[in-house]
């Protein structure tokens, strides 16, 4: 019986990686970047596989990619400048503390509740050093959970389980009504 | 070329070998990856497509060869069905156990991993969190009532005093720090006695909801690697409109932190494990289906690369087999091991040399024997007597020409086959045939003795001669010789009929003229003298005498026609005019009807005028006497041209209405002294036979279909321009 477990298991997740864009958990509602600060309002309905995960000690880390682009020549579109922070969203049982740290700066915030953490995720507010983006034109703005960070154990489920695979979002805006 | 063709078979032995390695590496890190946290997660989608490529890889290397294979089996090359049966056994042996192994192997893995979760460990791994959670519950009300109490001692502390009075706290309350925010978050003092926690932590607004809602905030927070108890509360007495914030954060002691943190740590490690322990099985059994999968496809590449090996000797041996089935003795055999496969294709390839030398010398022995028999053969085939090889078993070994003609039987056809054989499908040469078996079964040295064949109206008689081949007399066969004496016996017979032609004529002729001349003498002397009745008896006597006389001297000229050597007088004559004149003696004879029958043209034959119209008077009074009385006699004549081997003949045939040939006529019946006529001399045909011969023809005699007989006589003819045509009058 587990043989036979496995083996559909298997092929249903062989069958699944086999199909392509998967939709967005993510969504940007809207974003600014005002004086090398980053401030992002996000919707995120993570599956419930996640949540547990979660629930479980997994780290959840997320790569939030900050873009100022030039103006467009053709089909390209020159980067003037980025950056990529890293958030992770933890779990503590003794505590029962959700904490939320930013691993750049190594700061960290903790909430009594999962919902507190995850309104903290949504309201982004990140500090974005050096940021020089003068001839910015637009910004476009990309979250996804990194996939590589989960433990070893979850990273090929996590290549196709959707639940996984839908963990990431983009937004761009022009520069001026940023 | 060749390089490129070295290159491609270095590379179709390496690729197999480097898509197991990477699928063997691949499933290896996968492996401790999903068992560990090594950061190897961003070459998943790689190592997963890698693998996916070497599979690939080695299917279409299988699938290829399985179709060269079949090509093979249906052109039936050599060795390709026995490479199949090694292939497949070679599958059966390796694909059970390695199906086995992946079975048990899973369920020994999920069953392994099921193992690590304890009952009895979740349960007091959860009792020593709860243990740990109820001291620091413990811990956080201490913590709250001693911030409490410096709230209590910092109430009507001005502003700017706050510091001063922070400081001298600190150190009192064992606080890692204690920090006074106002209204607006600023922060109005904040003292440290740990130099991490320099920077205040500004409570958010979480924590300023709950302190509003329930008066406090308390909390043990992860800071950095410690854990700490963190207690927000506003200051009692503080003016309106300018609410002050007392956070105090406590450290718990040290042996207490330590003993925490590894609980926290042992219950967060097992209900991750716990959770990932579906991803753990489905991980380990996408491993594992990758290394079965990996063993059975190297394990049928390996297969099929030990069957080639295997087999490729073999199939080089059936090649040359075949080879050497059709006389070809060159077929390379390249010997590469020296094991019992090795010991066979070398020894097949000495065998081969060996063969290709015998048979260089049995071709070269053949040669001379057939050179030196080709003179032989040539004596033999112009022999005139028939000569026949046998064996001793009486199987037919050889035959000349001459054999085949006298006997009128084709030989060749039964070379190889018993004697007897030839005697069932021609039972007229049974005499000879026999005779010849029976000597040879009698094992006799050497024999003679004549024989007579009798095929038909044709009897031939044969000289036969036989002898034991081989001077030891060691039974190798027999040789028989045989002469055709039919003419020479023929030949024999006419010069003593033209003896006793001759004497005949000598010995009666020369008394019958006195015999003759003294019965008339008598009968002119006593006619008239006697009495009547006398002179009657005399008249009829000496009138018979004479008669009998004159029938006496016309069958001695006869003889002596036949026995007159040949002297003809040979030219150049038309057959028409002649038949046509002998036949203008016959067309007033009311007692006959005559009917000419000649054919288109005017054939020209060189012949004596004078014997050949004696021959045509003998067939047309044979014929009138064949017919006798019994009816009116009607005679065709008719001439018809015919080319035989090469040769332009003219026939003339005389057909009669009479009663036809009679019972048993033969050859025999052209021989002197033969007829069936009362009144014949029997010499008449045999004269005819003999003027036919004399021209270089023949003459034969049948029935007619209906009714009557036929003689032909065949005479060569002459082509127009051989010389003036000659008018048989005028030879005449």
Redesign the interface.
Known sequence: MALWKSTTSVLCCIALAACAGAPQAFVVRGASVDSGMLAARLEWRPDARVLEALDNGIALQFDVRVQAQGASTWFWRPTVAARTRHLQLRYFPLSRQYQLRDLDLNQARSYAARALALAALEDLRLPLPEWKAANAERYRLEIDLDRNALPGALRMPALFQPAWRRCNGEFAWPARAG | MARTSRLTRVARRLLPVLAVALLLGAALL?A???????????W??WM?GACVLALVALLVMIVQRLWRLRAELRRGVPGARLNRRVMLMLLILALPPVLVVY?FS??FL?ATIDTWFNVRLERALSDS?EI??AY?DERLRAAQQTATASAQQLADVADDELQSRLDGLIDAQGALQLSVFGADQSVLATASSDAQLLAPLVP?S?VLL?VQGAGRYA?????GAR?LLRVVQPLPRAAPGAARLLQALYPLPAQMQTL?SG??QA???F??L???RE?????F??VL?FVSLLSVLFALMMAFGIARRLTAPIGRLATATRAVSIGRYDTPLPIRSDDELGFLLASFGQMQRELELSNSRLTHSAQETENQRAPARSVLERLSAGVLGLDRAGILRTSNRAAETILDAPLPRYQGQHLSQVRRDYPALAPLLDGILAHVREGAREWREEVVLERGDERRILMLRGAELGESGDGSGVVAVFDDLTQLDRAQRDAAWAEVARRLAHEIKNPLTPIQLAAERLRRRFMGRLPPDETELLDRATHTIVAQVEALKAMVNSFGDYSRPPQIDVRPLSLHALVGEVLDLYENDQRIQLTRKFAPGDPILRADAGRLRQLLHNLLKNSLEAIGDARKPHIEVSTRDILENGQDWTELAVADNGPGLPEGFGARWFEPYTTSKSKGTGLGLAVAKKIAEEHGGSLRADNRPGGGAVFTLRLPRESRDSGAVRNPLEQA
């Open positions: 996968m401790n990856d999903a068992a560990g946290d090594s950061r190897l997660g961003a998943y989608p997963l079975a899973l369920n999920h969190l740990g959670r620091i958010d979480a709950q909390a043990a927070e992860p800071v854990l925490t609980v926290e219950n967060f490690d209900q991750r716990k959770y990932l991803s753990l099985k489905l991980t059994t996408l289906t």
